[in-house]
């Protein structure tokens, strides 16, 4: 089993950022691919960013491609998701998750998942 336990999420303004970090325990780290996914209230869940389990691929979903950046810290067990020129339509609960030696593609089939941290970005 994996828990991953998200924060860092909060109220910030359009434009502004947020650093989102997600702490894993029960599993060695470095053998996990790890992924971000976001679900606003009346949508679906949506892919915001993975990195392949070796650390060397990353992807990122359209609508945060070029303000958002995954990474991890293996010495930590943590990946983070820094959020740069935030807007209203960030506006979601942000979850983590994990796979086993998974690609961190968004198709991929996350087998643990985090609670959630809500961000709230005003206009």
């Known amino acids: 089993q994996v828990q991953l336990v998200e924060s860092g999420g909060g109220l910030v303004q359009a434009g502004g950022s947020l650093r989102l970090s997600c702490a894993t325990s029960g599993r060695t780290f470095s053998s996990l691919a790890m992924g971000w996914f976001r679900q606003a209230p009346g949508k679906e869940r949506e892919f915001v960013a993975g990195m392949h389990w070796i650390g060397d691929k990353s992807s990122y979903g359209g609508a945060v491609k070029g303000r958002f950046t995954i990474s991890r810290d293996n010495s930590k067990n943590t990946v983070y998701l820094q959020m740069n020129t935030l807007k209203p339509d960030d506006t979601a609960v942000y979850y983590c998750?994990?796979?086993?030696?998974?690609?961190?593609?968004?198709?991929?089939?996350?087998?643990?998942w985090g609670q959630g941290t809500q961000v709230t970005v005003s206009s």
């Open positions: 998750a994990a796979k086993p030696y998974g690609s961190g593609l968004p198709d991929a089939l996350y087998d643990y």
